[in-house]
């Protein structure tokens, strides 16, 4: 039988906050992180709001304790100071004789400085340095050697489902004893690229986002990172578990290349199957982090999923994306985050926004902020373009 999977360290970086602590702060009061854009260079400052995080990155490298030079992408500025707060919230020293490993996701990677310089380096060959730190890797490697881990090193992009499968890959290599501790996480900047091309599918909103509305017209971009640190409980020593990786799933509709099928097949599976492998009753999850960006389609495809999954027990609902925006590769490992923090002080955080119950569903979600709750058990929700449908249990004890 395989070890169960524990959680022992998180750091996580959004609009909200650059560390755990300020994130909770803000789902507490209520504040969201979304607002105009200030410093990434786009035409749609003024038309589109996000959850930019407000701070350059000459800032971001001063706070991790050195200064920014060509090798730095904002990306990987905002995954060190995440990965960094979760290697030293699990007390993990580099001269350990356990083999560590990190699988770090991202979707943007380096696109945000190196469309700055592509059409210098097209036209005159220069800049090459900044074209270097374009591929998804990069990151994660410079997490790696800022942290010190050198026994496994992997990247995964598989949209916006990309850190939740960090997390399954992650335990999966704890299973078969191929580290002994893992880093997983993912992290994403706001780039023009994203912008662009999201604009294009006309699914960005120019007010904040309201997730599983009836009035719902797009999601608010955003940027963030969030990392945990897993290990196989029966080897933890002294220091405490924050919450256990109960079970996972992920399935692949096929059904379009950026919507999701209708009837949410996908998504209906990465549920079901999270349960079994968790061993647990759908009665017996207390709350589901939605994946809920306020799309039309996504939140109906996501929504009917859950009445299907669930039926007429469906446990309280609702999605933090109007506190941060949508943070792409990174929203799975943020709402990771903040599903433990949920557990950690039994509230629900409120689905902000919210005003008009959709027509198709039979259910609405938390709309103000639900205290002294008993939170044992969270399904978190992470459903990416081209059907990448992924599904994650986390348990108190």
């Known amino acids: 039988m395989a070890d169960r999977i524990a959680i022992t360290g998180m750091g996580v970086v959004s609009a909200l906050g650059l560390n755990a602590d300020e994130n909770l702060r803000a789902l507490l009061s209520g504040k969201s992180g979304i607002s105009s854009i200030q410093i990434l260079d786009t035409i749609h400052k003024a038309d589109l709001p996000a959850g930019e995080i407000h701070f350059k990155d000459e800032e971001l490298a001063q ?18 100071l995440a990965a960094k707060e979760a290697f030293e919230h699990s007390k993990i020293g580099r001269d350990e004789n356990a083999k560590i490993g990190i699988v770090s996701a991202t979707t943007v990677a380096g696109m945000r400085k190196s469309e700055q310089f592509y059409g210098e380096f097209i036209s005159k060959g220069t800049s090459e340095e900044f074209i270097g730190t374009h591929d998804a890797g990069d990151s994660t490697e410079k997490i790696a050697n800022f942290l010190g881990i050198k026994d496994y090193l992997t990247s995964i992009s598989t949209a916006c489902s990309s850190s939740t499968n960090s997390i399954m890959l992650g335990a999966r290599l704890l299973n078969h004893k191929v580290v002994d501790k893992v880093l997983v996480g993912g992290t994403d900047s706001l780039s023009k690229f994203t912008m662009n091309g999201f604009n294009s599918l006309m699914i960005l909103d120019k007010e904040p986002c309201r997730s599983f509305d009836d009035t719902r017209a797009g999601l608010n971009l955003g940027e963030g990172a969030a990392f945990l640190v897993l290990e196989r409980a029966s080897e933890v020593q002294e220091k405490p578990i924050l919450a256990y990786v109960a079970g996972y799933a992920n399935a692949n509709d096929a059904f379009h290349q950026t919507a999701s099928s209708p009837e949410g097949k ?30 039309l389609n996504n939140d109906l495809s996501e929504g009917l999923a859950i009445e299907a999954v669930f039926g007429n027990e469906i446990p309280l609902v609702s999605s933090t994306k109007p506190f941060t925006g949508h943070t792409l590769a990174a929203a799975g490992s943020i709402e990771a985050v903040f599903s ?24 609405k979600p938390v709309t103000k902020l639900l205290k002294d709750k008993k939170i044992r058990t969270i399904l978190s929700n992470s459903f990416g373009f081209g059907g990448n449908n992924s599904s994650v249990i986390f348990s108190k004890d």
Do not use: C
């Open 63 to 80: 706070k991790l304790g050195f200064e920014l030079n060509d090798q730095w992408t904002r990306t990987s500025l905002l995954g060190l």
């Open 266 to 295: 996908g998504a209906s599976l990465a549920m079901s199957r999270a349960l079994k492998m968790a061993n647990l009753n759908p009665s017996e999850i207390d709350y589901i982090n939605a994946h809920g960006t306020a799309t």
């Open 340 to 363: 433990i923090l949920s557990m950690q002080e039994q509230v629900v955080f409120p689905n902000l926004n919210f005003t008009t119950q959709m027509k198709e569903l039979n259910f």
